[in-house]
């Protein structure tokens, strides 16, 4: 499996933009760059995925590196609510292996 | 909408004893995952049905097996409970990947199993 590199932990502002990095240099042709977020006490949750072009939805958008070899996920504006451990994930299918995501502090 | 229902809740066994969990996938939702997180971890994938039949197959500990059901469902069996045991075990639904594309895993709330 492709391995993701995140880093531990980030902290944020409430009400600002943040960039969550992932570097998956030894990504395949055929992963998915998949984010899901577990917020304390509950399971994780979908955040959004891409193959190549950037993508947007309700939550957030993912800016997906020219080579592939990095991600970023973007919260346009934080709030106390998106506190949580993001994780990056790549696969081709549904199959997700979960590493060390980003514990994400958001200050009032 | 409806969400993937897991039960029990909670569970309490003791060492050497046997647990059943069960998992109700999203309606029309074919396919289901168990993960196991323990204390302060990430979630670890134990294995993955789709259409009744073993899909993938992760770090599941041959004391534990699971099946899906011809309603869907799923029931993950522990035998031989052990004290590292003790976690979050929380069971996904999705629909198959389609036309090569993945689809979204939808998380059930968890079953706290505790082994004393």
């Known amino acids: 499996d492709a391995k993701t590199t995140q880093p531990n932990s980030m902290e944020s502002n409430e009400e600002e933009p943040v960039h969550l990095p992932c570097n998956h240099s030894?990504?395949?042709?055929?992963?998915?760059i998949h984010w899901y977020r577990q917020l304390p006490s509950q399971g994780p949750e979908y955040v959004i995925h891409g193959l190549t072009s950037n993508v947007n939805n309700r939550m957030a958008s993912l800016a997906i590196a020219e080579d592939r070899k990095s991600s970023t996920l973007i919260l346009h504006r934080a709030t106390l609510r998106d506190a949580a451990v993001y994780y990056c994930?790549?696969?081709?299918?549904?199959?997700?292996?979960f590493g060390a995501g980003t514990r994400l502090t958001v200050k009032p | 909408a409806a969400g993937v229902i897991q039960s029990p809740r909670h569970l309490i066994k003791e060492k050497r004893e046997t647990a059943t969990l069960k998992c109700y996938p999203i309606?029309?939702?074919?396919?289901v995952y168990w993960y196991q997180q323990g204390p302060g971890q990430d979630p670890q994938f134990l294995i993955s049905f789709y259409e009744k039949m073993q899909s993938d197959k992760g770090s599941i500990p041959d004391r534990f097996s699971a099946q899906q059901f011809s309603d869907y469902h799923s029931e993950l069996n522990m035998s031989s409970l052990e004290l590292g045991d003790s976690a979050l075990y929380f069971c996904?639904?999705?629909?198959?990947?389609?036309?090569?594309?993945?689809?979204?895993?939808?998380f059930g709330p968890g079953t706290r199993l505790t082994v004393l």
């Open positions: 996904a639904s999705s629909l198959a990947p389609s036309l090569g594309r993945p689809d979204t895993q939808y």
């Open positions: 994930i790549l696969t081709p299918n549904n199959d997700m292996r």
């Open positions: 030894t990504i395949s042709g055929t992963d998915y």
């Open positions: 309606p029309r939702h074919d396919t």
